[in-house]
């Protein structure tokens, strides 16, 4: 069955989680977020996923709109 997060749950995103979700809400790719931010690629990738998991989004316009309505970040 399919966990969703409670839209008034704190998804309890790491610091470095927040970041790359401000460069994601800004529309940049991985590589980019990943050059703002001074990480390798993967690593940007992995932060994405924690925050799709913490988010309960499928994909990054999912977890966009999630953030939106949690008021993140």
Avoid: Y
Wanted: charged letters at 20%; glycine letters at 6%.
């Amino acid at each position: 069955m399919e966990q969703h997060t409670d839209i008034h749950e704190n998804p309890n995103l790491s610091p470095q989680q927040i970041e790359v979700l401000k460069n994601l809400l800004q529309g940049l790719s991985n590589k980019e977020i990943a050059l703002n931010m001074g990480l390798a690629e993967v690593t940007v990738r992995l932060h994405l996923k924690g925050i799709f998991k913490k988010l309960g989004a499928k994909n990054r316009v999912h977890a966009i709109a999630r953030a939106l309505a949690l008021g993140l970040p």
